[in-house]
């Protein structure tokens, strides 16, 4: 599968965009959508340079949830596309979250797996809250 616009929209909305690099709450470097990969303190990008590292972002964390075989819909692989680009897919495949969807993607409890994913540097993070509920309506949307 491959992510739908829809998406991709709501990984930019809750990455945003920065030109400059910047320290996330997890304490990475990073810039453009999201991206950390390689980043440095003093690099700058474009929005075309960022939309290019964002696709290549969302290709890997497709990959990784593509990988598992799910039997879900384009709203729910769109979810957890998000969920993987946030949070790396190391945590997605420990994640408690992948093996409820594995036994059965329908599982209503799935949506308190979303809200548990809401630290970063041990604090709850707002952003990451409302990030996760919208992830947790999507998957849940027919």
């Not at 340079?49 to 709203?75: G, P, W, Y």
């Amino acid at each position: 599968m491959k992510t739908s616009n829809k998406g991709i929209d709501l990984i930019k909305k809750y990455e945003g965009f920065k030109a400059k690099a910047y320290k996330c709450p997890a304490d990475k470097w990073t810039i453009g959508f999201g991206h950390t990969l390689n980043v440095k303190s003093t690099d700058v990008i474009d929005k075309a340079q960022a939309e290019v590292f964002l696709r290549q972002d969302v290709e890997f964390a497709e990959k990784e949830v593509n990988k598992h075989n799910l039997n879900i819909n384009q709203n729910q692989f769109d979810a957890l596309v998000s969920f993987v680009f946030n949070l790396g897919v190391g945590n997605f495949a420990r994640s408690t979250l992948l093996r409820k969807i594995k036994s059965n993607p329908n599982d209503p409890t799935i949506r308190k797996e979303f809200e548990r994913w809401i630290y970063a540097g041990g604090k709850i993070l707002t952003g990451l809250v409302r990030r996760r509920k919208e992830e947790a309506d999507l998957y849940f949307t027919k």
